[in-house]
């Protein structure tokens, strides 16, 4: 079975704070993806990667940042948290072109 | 880019009834196509999956989904609810390229 892992399930942190959001797969996925879900809105991606320091842009990247040094690991970073990150964090990888497989999520509370 | 649509946001039924949850995509070019269910504080789960062959494809727990290629649309139908199938289901879609396009989802809440 594929194995998405997050750091953390619960987070708070303080407004202006840096924060790391890890995710680590088991498969060798190409693909990784970062999304937030909040009431109403569904899954809206903010950055995703097909390769080792590869990263691509998705809807809503403005505040935050990726890093991915290692096949198996994307990171998200908030570089400056505001109250409005305050989110639900889902990570996911994929291997073209089949479905996505999903972390936990990590629920992030920003104060 | 692509653009899908769950019209309810909320879906209601008693338990041992028959549900439809709606989706509709944008594009009539090539895509993969999902459903995905999400139990609270838990990460999403597929469902189903449809990439090509048979367009009525069927998941382990009795659920069922048939892609209309002239309608652009994906709808996910269970004959029998049950009360553990409560949960937020997701459509979406893969078309060219690695990016997933997700609708904004279908709370399902079974009643006894």
């Known amino acids: 079975d594929v194995k998405v892992t997050q750091s953390s399930r619960y987070l708070v942190k303080r407004t202006g704070e840096k924060v790391f959001l890890e995710c680590v797969q088991d498969?060798?996925?190409?693909?990784m993806f970062w999304y937030r879900q909040d009431p109403g809105l569904g899954l809206r991606l903010i950055y995703f990667?097909?390769?080792?320091?590869?990263?691509e842009k998705g809807d809503i990247p403005e505040g935050y940042s990726v890093s991915r040094e290692k096949k198996e690991r994307f990171s998200l970073i908030l570089e400056s948290a505001s109250t409005n990150q305050t989110s639900m964090y889902l990570c996911?990888?994929?291997?073209?072109?089949?479905?996505?497989?999903f972390g936990p999520g990590t629920r992030l509370t920003v104060t | 880019a692509q653009s899908v649509t769950q019209l309810d946001s909320q879906v209601p039924v008693f338990e041992e009834a028959p549900v439809e949850l709606r989706c509709n995509y944008s594009?009539?070019?090539?895509?993969?196509l999902f459903w995905y269910v999400q139990y609270p504080n838990q990460g999403l789960q597929l469902l189903l999956k449809?990439?090509?062959?048979?367009?009525l494809v069927e998941s382990i727990n009795g659920f069922e989904a048939e892609f209309n290629k002239s309608q652009t649309s994906f709808h996910l139908r269970k004959p029998s609810v049950h009360i553990s199938d409560t949960a937020e289901y997701f459509c979406?879609?893969?078309?060219?390229?690695?990016?997933?396009?997700f609708g904004t989802g279908t709370s399902l809440t079974v009643i006894p």
């Open positions: 996911a990888s994929s291997v073209d072109p089949y479905e996505q497989y």
């Open positions: 498969m060798d996925h190409e693909n």
């Open positions: 990667s097909y390769d080792v320091k590869m990263k």
């Open positions: 594009s009539s070019v090539s895509v993969y």
């Open positions: 449809y990439l090509s062959g048979s367009t």
């Open positions: 979406a879609v893969r078309a060219t390229g690695n990016q997933f396009y």
